[in-house]
Nanobody, 127 residues
Framework: QVQLVESGGGSVQPGGSLRLSCVAS????????VSWFRQSAGKEREGVAR???????KYRRSVKGRFTVSKDAARNTLYLQLDNLRPEDTAMYYC?????????????????????WGQGPQVTVSS
């Protein structure tokens, strides 16, 4: 089993910033990738960002240039820096781990490929 614990959500005004953290523990050697997802009210859960095994970050188009994904391997921690936040970024943000296979985030069914999920901190952007 793998446990994912996120932190860092909150409420900000448009243009504000937040930093999310996801700490992985347990059988992390069995994990191939950890990615960030989000889910807004009434919408499907969608992939937001990931880091490929070679260190290349990948982003959903709507967040590219505003969000930055990074990791600290020594601390088994994945981060998501959210800058220039917009009201449409309001959502529950989840980190998710997949045991094997490609680290999908763009596919509409990407969430179905992940085996472990964090609890999801809320991010609210409003004036």
């Amino acid at each position: 089993q793998v446990q994912l614990v996120e932190s860092g959500g909150g409420s900000v005004q448009p243009g504000g910033s937040l930093r999310l953290s996801c700490v992985a523990s347990g059988a992390i050697d069995t994990v191939n990738c950890v990615s960030w997802f989000r889910q807004s009210a009434g919408k499907e859960r969608e992939g937001v960002a990931r880091i490929d095994p070679d260190g290349t970050p990948k982003y959903r188009r709507s967040v590219k240039g505003r969000f930055t994904v990074s990791k600290d391997a020594a601390r088994n921690t994945l981060y998501l820096q959210l800058d220039n936040l917009r009201p449409e970024d309001t959502a529950m943000y989840y980190c998710a781990a997949r045991k094997s296979g490609q680290c999908y985030i763009m596919r509409p069914d990407a969430k179905n490929y992940y085996n472990y999920w964090g609890q999801g901190p809320q991010v609210t952007v409003s004036s």
